[in-house]
């Protein structure tokens, strides 16, 4: 099993920036891909972003540009750096684990609220 522990979020401006960050433990060398998901109420998940364990990344067309998705293998961490943040961008923000292609596991979700 793999336990995912996200923190991070928080409310913040239209404009502003926040990090957040997913530690995982477990069997963690079973997880290819690490990634942030986000859902909105009265919404579908929706992937933000992921990244191999190599190194690869993707994003959704709506973050690209302003945020960043990183990991630190040796801390088994992954981070999201939000940054030019838009009231859009307020969700419930899900890491994420997949041994495949699509997610195994989930962490418990934190808030990001971006509004003046």
């Known amino acids: 099993q793999v336990q995912l522990v996200e923190s991070g979020g928080g409310l913040v401006q239209p404009g502003g920036s926040l990090r957040l960050s997913c530690a995982a433990s477990g069997i963690i060398y079973s997880i290819y891909a690490m990634g942030w998901y986000r859902q909105a109420p009265g919404k579908q998940r929706e992937l933000v972003a992921d990244i191999t364990r190599g190194g690869r990344t993707n994003y959704a067309d709506s973050v690209k540009g302003r945020f960043t998705i990183s990991r630190d293998n040796g801390k088994n961490t992954v981070y999201l750096q939000m940054n030019s943040l838009k009231p859009e961008d307020t969700a419930v923000y899900y890491c994420?684990?997949?041994?495949?292609?699509?997610?195994?596991?989930w962490g418990q979700g934190t808030q990001v609220t971006v509004s003046s």
């Open positions: 994420s684990g997949a041994r495949g292609v699509t997610p195994d596991y």
